[in-house]
């Protein structure tokens, strides 16, 4: 079973930037793509980015797209979130998440696509 565990929360002024990680249990052959979520209080959990752990590709939410991006360090089992020009509406819980399907393609962007889910960590941006 792979557990994967989110760290690098925090607060952090608009403008800001802050750097989430997502270290994996398992072996990286177990998963093959990993997306990041987010989830704001009384909103539907929804897709930020995501990065296949073999090539090159990854996919962004347009919100997000040009502040944040997305790597690996498949030597650490870890995939990281580099956030960047951070705004208080990009306050939420953010997850990773895992999917062993050796085809996965990043640009699946419903929750319910991904296998393994991380516990979240709270990134909260202040005006």
């Known amino acids: 079973q792979v557990q994967l565990v989110e760290s690098g929360g925090g607060l952090v002024q608009a403008g800001g930037s802050l750097r989430l990680s997502c270290a994996a249990s398992?072996?990286?052959?177990?998963?093959?793509?990993m997306g990041w979520f987010r989830q704001a209080p009384g909103k539907e959990r929804e897709f930020v980015a995501a990065?296949?752990?073999?090539?090159?590709?990854?996919y962004y939410a347009d919100s997000v797209k040009g502040r944040f991006t997305v790597s690996r360090d498949n030597a650490k089992n870890t995939v990281y979130l580099q956030m960047n020009s951070l705004k208080p509406e990009d306050t939420a819980v953010y997850y990773c998440?895992?999917?062993?399907?050796?085809?996965?393609?990043?640009?699946?962007?419903?929750?319910?696509?991904?296998?393994?889910w991380g516990q979240g960590t709270q990134v909260t941006v202040s005006s």
């Open positions: 998440a895992g999917d062993p399907d050796p085809v996965f393609r990043v640009g699946r962007m419903n929750p319910s696509d991904y296998y393994y």
């Open positions: 990065i296949r752990l073999t090539g090159t590709s990854t």
């Open positions: 398992a072996r990286t052959f177990s998963i093959y793509a």
